[in-house]
């Protein structure tokens, strides 16, 4: 258990989230003269934009989560603690937690992410299937393969909607799970059960705008329905979903989908615990932060990642809720908390941006930079795939989906598609 105090002279740098922010900002405080602590309610750092390649058996648990004590324990420096962080008292310097002792702190670094927003959907938090950590892309994929199962056992089911998947939000979560269930549907699935019909398999994506991937240019969002399209997607577009059920899903149309599976890729909403700190929080609950990231009068605070509101000086624009934003920005505070310990000089935060993307499946994927550049096709695929090897933690995670990659490249089969019951 930690303690509230602090016996040690050095100043201590408490970090709050082991996403790609809070561990960004810890691995660069490695050689800081400080006690750094890192606190996340799971003892593991979770890679969220592949976790529908997890959801769809493509990749191993150990690809998509990693040890946080193995990310960072060989830092002499740096402890970690399981602990869900419940406020932050700002003027005594402390975070509380649900299962720890207060702890305060000299440096904080605010980096608890962002969470699913049901916008108030009926049955939504109960029936949904949402993709934003570990738990839930296994218990996807668990849904997936049960409903299979089921529907092999008794062929009524598939009447009633039992394979039937509905895919809520048409950026690029929606749109990549979309593709990858229509692959693992029409691929590996339709050989593992030959005598279930597959012709009543249908894979539906619904976005409540006027197109998918509206943060992409006009090209961009035709390839990717297109894309979509050829892999047997259903695509509704300008109506939303307003009830499910653990059987039907309603769309604000009025009309009434049979499917057991929605998967939820539609919103988020700044960390909750963001609000305990009693400011006027921005757009999606996230915390607007100086050029530095330091939190507007408290300049012992630093908000990373997709909880803080961060402003480009160049655009002008709020930077998307990314893994390579996350990432620098964490880095750059964990810099900025060593120089100022170091009574040096610190800058503020420039974003280099590695370009938002998306893969929709084999062969297919688009990607756009800041400045409007775009790629399609398989040299998208490439990028996307360079980009999101860079942001894996280890050389052993880069490592183990490389090979994971390439053998469902080289033999079409997603080899997780299976389900391990509890005891
Ligand atoms: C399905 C999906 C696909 C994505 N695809 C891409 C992509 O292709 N490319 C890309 O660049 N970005 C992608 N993103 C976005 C990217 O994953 C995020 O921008 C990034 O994870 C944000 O990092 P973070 O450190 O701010 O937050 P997170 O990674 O969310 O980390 C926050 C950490 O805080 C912890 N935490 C939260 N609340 C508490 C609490 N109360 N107490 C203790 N710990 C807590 C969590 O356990 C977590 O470890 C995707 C996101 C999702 C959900």
Redesign the pocket.
């Known amino acids: 258990m930690a303690s509230s105090g602090n016996s040690s002279t050095r100043p201590r740098v408490l970090i709050?989230?082991?996403?790609?922010?809070?561990v960004g900002a810890a691995q660069k405080l490695e050689d800081a003269d400080a006690d750094v602590v890192l606190?996340?309610?799971?003892d593991y750092?979770?890679f969220?934009?592949l976790?529908?390649q997890l959801a769809t058996g493509l990749l191993e648990q150990t690809a998509v989560g990693h040890s946080l004590r193995d990310l960072v324990g060989h830092q002499d420096n740096t402890v970690v603690h399981q602990?869900?962080?419940?406020a932050v008292d700002l003027d005594k310097r402390e975070a509380r937690f649900d299962d720890l002792e207060p702890i305060t702190y000299d440096y904080l670094v605010f980096?608890?992410?962002?969470?699913v927003n049901f916008f108030g959907t009926e049955g939504a938090p109960e029936h949904a299937f949402p993709?934003?950590?570990l738990p839930h892309a296994t218990n996807l994929k668990d849904h997936l393969v049960e409903r299979w199962e089921a529907a092999d056992h008794d062929p009524s089911l598939i009447d009633d909607g039992a394979l039937n998947v509905v895919i809520v939000g048409g950026g690029?979560?929606g749109v990549?799970?979309a593709g990858a269930i229509a692959e693992l549907y029409r691929g590996e699935l339709v050989k593992d059960y030959p005598e279930v019909s597959q012709d009543q398999a249908r894979v539906v994506l619904v976005e409540a705008g006027p197109e998918l991937f509206m943060m992409f240019k006009p090209k961009l969002r035709e390839y990717a329905t297109k894309a979509l399209t050829d892999r047997t997607v259903e695509i509704k577009t300008g109506t939303a979903v307003s009830a499910v059920s653990p059987t039907r899903v309603t769309l604000k149309s009025g009309e009434e989908i049979k499917a057991h599976t929605l998967v939820w890729?539609a919103g988020l909403q700044g960390?909750p615990?963001g609000q305990s700190l009693g400011l006027d929080l921005e757009r999606g609950n996230r915390i607007g932060v100086d050029p530095d990231l330091s939190l507007p009068g408290h300049p012992e605070v630093y908000v990373?990642?997709?909880?803080a509101a961060i402003v480009d000086p160049e655009s002008k624009q709020v930077l998307p809720?990314?893994?390579?934003?996350?990432l620098q920005s964490?880095e750059h505070v964990g810099e900025t908390i060593t120089r100022r310990i170091a009574g040096k000089k610190t800058k503020p935060f420039a974003y280099k941006d590695?370009g938002t993307?998306?893969t929709i499946g084999r062969g297919a994927a688009c990607v756009q930079m800041l400045r409007g550049r775009t790629m399609t096709g398989k040299k998208a695929q490439v990028a996307w795939g360079a980009?999101?090897l860079a942001?894996l933690p280890t050389n052993e995670d880069r490592a183990k989906a490389i090979v994971d990659w390439t053998g469902a490249t080289l033999t079409h089969q997603r080899a997780g598609r299976f389900t391990v019951e509890q005891s």
């Not at 602990?83 to 419940?86: C, D, H, L, N």
């Not at 809720?321 to 996350?326: K, M, N």
């Open positions: 709050l989230g082991g996403g790609f922010g809070g606190v996340d309610r799971h750092h979770t969220q934009p976790l529908y602990g869900t962080v419940s980096g608890l992410g962002a969470q993709m934003y950590t690029p979560t990549e799970t890729g960390n615990v990373v990642g997709d909880v809720q990314l893994g390579s934003v996350a964490g590695k993307m998306a980009v999101h942001l």
